[in-house]
């Protein structure tokens, strides 16, 4: 009971991610223009004020999900956020500290689609998917092991799980490029 919903949650998203174009996403984007101090990014690269950057955007526009990429180049810094279901970026100028921070908020299923695979979900969440697979596995293991003891399916059940095994590897020779 204690892998049900578990079970549950990577069922369903195991059909939302297949059938994609069936669940329209519907993104939602919102975009900014503001300023930093420009002492923050007027300086030589080693020197820009990454964490100010960082929190400024978290505090002045609610920016979520963990920094993926921070560049810095000649003429501009370009801060990337990702979340589940989330992405921001933020271009900002140097010579005038004026940015431009684009949000994109994809949807409930978009962020369940990106939990079920772990993209952009931190290292708890790796976790959690870790536990559901040995839970899982441990679901699958217990089935088979009982079969044994029931004397009267035993041999059907096995020979249905060998089927199925069978199938599923000549589904993938055949079907799978």
Known sequence: MLSCALVLFFALTGITLNHAERFGQNPQQHQVKDRLQTAWVQTDDARVARLEIVEHLRSHHGVKGAMSDFRIDEDQCVVSFKGPGYTAD????????????????????????????GRDTGGAWSWVIDISSV?????????????????RYRLSGYVLAAAGTVAIYVIYLLAVP
């Not at 933020?90 to 695979?117: C, P, Q, S, W």
Request: aromatic share 6%; glycine share 6%; net charge neutral.
């Open 135 to 151: 839970l899982l596995a441990l679901v699958s293991l217990t089935g088979l092991l009982l079969m044994a003891w029931i004397r």
């Open 90 to 117: 933020a271009f900002i100028t140097r010579a005038t500290g004026d940015y431009e921070l684009t949000e994109m908020r994809m949807g409930l299923v978009a962020i369940l689609n990106d939990l079920h695979k």
